[in-house]
């Protein structure tokens, strides 16, 4: 709910938070986050990893937070309708189950909020089953107390029976355990006082390794809930990031917990006055959702009206974590492919196929974690066109001035068509909450943004996996065919080698023939003379071979004798032509 009043008319925030608390505990909690000194201690409260919820309530005029309410307080908060000074209630970073019943959120989708944590699975030692049970055990229930014939030892590695029953009926399966197995898994859920979504955020901190498994992303993986109420609230739950420690060390905590409340930071510090841009690269991350009528005119496109709609875009687009994968600063995929290449065409080895199919699989679970992003700004936008469509459709059309009375018959026709299709739809109560027309154009820029620089990367990256793949394996080939093009070489040197002195050994075997005319009739000047001659004659035949069947010691030759000899004459007429 959105007022638009004058300030003279506007309730002071400390009477505001005293007519809901007659103790004065809310009056305390609550600071002025425009003053610089409550500013910054409100920044420390959200970087501290003991804050476990966080308020903020923002209006033009001035912005107040609270940490760590309880759920009295809470309750007290949603006990009385806004005041004409807090223009909007914002309200993000872990609440409750109270504030969900205030706004009748579903049973079911309250169950799935407060689900409880993965907890790991304990690591058991299996323990041989006997083959053949001699006694029977009074705790075995009757339909196993048989003794089992299993000649061919299939059932000895089947777990526990009433085990395996419990896992196949899905009887321990909880909403936590499917948002872990099923990083891409989103919820979109309309009711007539909320709009929730829900969906995974994948963090990565560079000063800590976060391995999920060869074929999940590195990271931290934590599922959130968004809600807008038609009341102007904004609810953010999310997953706590050390759901199974107790007493995590800061040391550990506080690096996860920067990357984890980054985007939350940077929304809060947008709303007050006292953080400004100081420079480009803070400009960049500077997130406006409050009108500041007095910082200049760029100011006055935000409505006090959009501020809700805003905070639900800005909480949702968490752009710093999509330029990280844009840029391969944090998920680094190029880099790592760039690197599998290196090698490949250094050594290339089926071993590098292996890595590149796990990093296919992560690649394909990021890219399905985006498309889930997809959907629910899809989703969204259609039934913002839906809901905008049945409110142009329930107000009456405007008479023109210049209507004549058969034009005012036709105009009351048609205005009591129009009333009946109206109390057609009130009578159905549309679900879910209308976005301003500012925080639809940003919705539609974000998934544009998705397509051309996160899903086409990630494209890019698989594509790339791909073609690496086919080129690993064309270079094991070509390894193999330069091993064998090798081998062929020397076997064709042993021959010509083998060829070479074959004429030799048959001519020391003629002159040591025991013949009449031979022995005895030759020196040993004619032996070697006769050597020479038909050793340069094999040496001169070879290479005629060699040249003739385009091979020379086993080298290929890819340029024939014959078209050499045709481009070498080609070439000296031409030189002759050209000297005349």
């Known amino acids: 709910m959105s007022y638009t009043t004058d300030s003279r008319e506007s309730t ?21 986050i ?55 209630r914002q309200m993000f970073r872990y609440t409750v189950d109270a504030i969900t019943k205030h706004y009748g959120v579903s049973e079911r989708l ?65 909403f936590a355990q499917v948002t872990d197995q099923i990083w891409h898994f989103s919820s979109v859920d309309h009711g007539p006082r909320y709009t929730c979504i829900g969906y995974n955020t994948l963090f990565v901190i560079p000063t800590l390794s976060q391995p999920n498994g060869k074929d999940l992303p590195d990271g931290k993986r934590l599922w959130t809930w968004l809600v807008q109420c038609n009341d102007g609230t904004i609810i953010s739950i999310q997953e706590n990031p050390f759901p199974t420690r107790k007493g995590v060390p800061i040391d550990e905590a506080k690096p996860v917990l920067d990357i984890v409340r980054r985007n939350i930071r940077f929304i809060f510090a947008g709303v007050s ?49 999509s330029y990280g994968l844009i840029a391969k600063r944090e998920h680094k995929y ?35 974690l985006y498309q889930s992003y997809e959907l629910i700004m899809r989703r969204l936008l259609q039934r913002q066109r839906m809901l905008r469509d049945e409110a142009r459709s329930a107000q009456p059309a405007a008479i023109s001035y210049g209507a004549t009375f058969g034009d005012m018959e036709f105009v009351d026709m048609r205005q009591a068509s129009v009333v009946s299709n109206s109390s057609l739809h009130i009578t159905e109560k549309s679900v879910g909450v209308q976005l301003s027309s500012t925080a639809v154009a940003r919705f539609e820029r974000l998934v544009d943004r998705i397509n051309l620089y996160c899903l086409s990367e990630i494209e890019n990256c698989l594509n790339e996996k791909e073609s690496l793949t086919f080129l690993n394996f064309n270079l094991i080939a070509l390894k193999d065919s330069q091993a064998v093009e090798k081998l062929t070489r020397i076997t064709i040197l042993l021959a010509k080698a083998t060829i070479l002195f074959l004429p030799v050994s048959l001519m020391s075997a003629y002159f040591s023939t025991e013949l009449i005319g ?17 050793f340069v004659a094999s040496v001169l035949l070879l290479t005629v ?25 080609r070439q000296k007429m031409s030189r002759r032509r050209e000297g005349q």
């Not at 007519?19 to 009056?27: A, N």
């Open 12 to 32: 002071a925030p400390q009477d505001y938070y005293s007519s809901l608390d007659e103790e004065g505990s809310l009056v305390e909690r609550f600071k002025n």
């Open 34 to 88: 425009d003053d610089k000194t409550q500013f910054y201690t409100a920044m420390r409260r959200l970087e501290d990893p003991l804050t476990q919820n966080f308020v903020l309530d923002f209006g033009n005029e001035e912005a107040w937070c609270a940490s760590d309410l309880g759920t009295s307080e809470l309750k007290l908060l949603l006990s009385k309708p806004v005041s004409h000074f807090h223009g909007e």
């Open 110 to 174: 309250q169950g799935m909020m407060c689900t409880e944590p993965v907890h790991p699975a304990p690591k058991t030692t299996p323990t041989p089953l006997p083959t053949k049970r001699t006694s029977q055990s009074p705790s075995v229930a009757p339909s196993f107390q048989q003794e089992v014939d299993d000649p061919e030892n299939a059932l000895k590695h089947l777990a526990d029976p009433d085990r395996a029953r419990e896992s196949a009926s899905f009887k321990n399966l909880t």
């Open 273 to 321: 006055r006292q953080h400004f841009a100081m420079s480009e690269s803070e400009s960049l991350i500077t997130i406006r959702v409050r009108h500041f009528s007095d910082l200049g005119p760029d100011q006055a496109n935000i409505k006090q009206e959009d501020g809700p709609s805003l905070l639900f875009y800005y909480i949702f687009d968490d752009w710093v974590s």
């Open 334 to 368: 190029g880099v790592a492919l760039e690197n599998l290449r290196g090698q490949m065409l250094e050594r290339p080895v089926v071993d590098l196929v292996n890595e590149l199919h796990w990093l296919g699989r992560r690649l394909a679970v990021l890219k399905r």
């Open 518 to 534: 031979v022995k005895n009739g030759y020196t040993k000047t004619d032996y070697w003379v006769s050597f020479a001659v038909i």
């Open 545 to 569: 071979f060699g040249y003739a069947s385009d091979t020379v010691e086993g080298k290929t030759i890819y340029r024939s004798m014959i078209r050499t000899f045709f481009r070498n004459s």
